[in-house]
Nanobody, 120 residues
Framework: VQLQASGGGLVQAGGSLLLSCAAS????????MGWYRQAPDNNRELVAT???????DYEDSVRARFTISRDGAKRMVYLQMNSLKPEDTAVYYC???????????????WGLGTQVTVSS
């Protein structure tokens, strides 16, 4: 399973960005995908997740500003980030929880991060 994220960049406070992540490979079923972020000197934290049936979960500080969505057929997940704040500055990582065909245990994979910088 490979995850390729895109869409990060530099934006002013109050602006918007759309992050995209594509999963590739064979022999697996995606159970959930999500976004995590890590700011300098901080631990990696959950931003938002979405399951294969569309159930979503958000970190409290982004719930009213970010929207996670998916395209199951394309094996992609998106994160629409609106009303960005300087404290949203971090490296954002795409994550996928999958099962291999014929197996029931869940495996997690990470993509390389994409930098999001919000200037004040």
């Amino acid at each position: 399973v490979q995850l390729q994220a895109s869409g990060g960049g530099l934006v002013q406070a109050g602006g918007s960005l759309l992050l995209s992540c594509a999963a590739s490979g064979t022999g697996f079923t995606i159970k959930a995908m999500g976004w995590y972020r890590q700011a300098p000197d901080n631990n990696r934290e959950l931003v938002a997740t979405i399951t294969d049936i569309g159930t979503t979960d958000y970190e409290d500080s982004v719930r009213a500003r970010f929207t996670i969505s998916r395209d199951g057929a394309k094996r992609m997940v998106y994160l629409q980030m609106n009303s960005l704040k300087p404290e949203d500055t971090a490296v954002y990582y795409c994550n996928a929880e999958v099962t291999r065909w014929g197996r029931t245990n869940h495996l997690r994979y990470w993509g390389l991060g994409t930098q999001v910088t919000v200037s004040s």
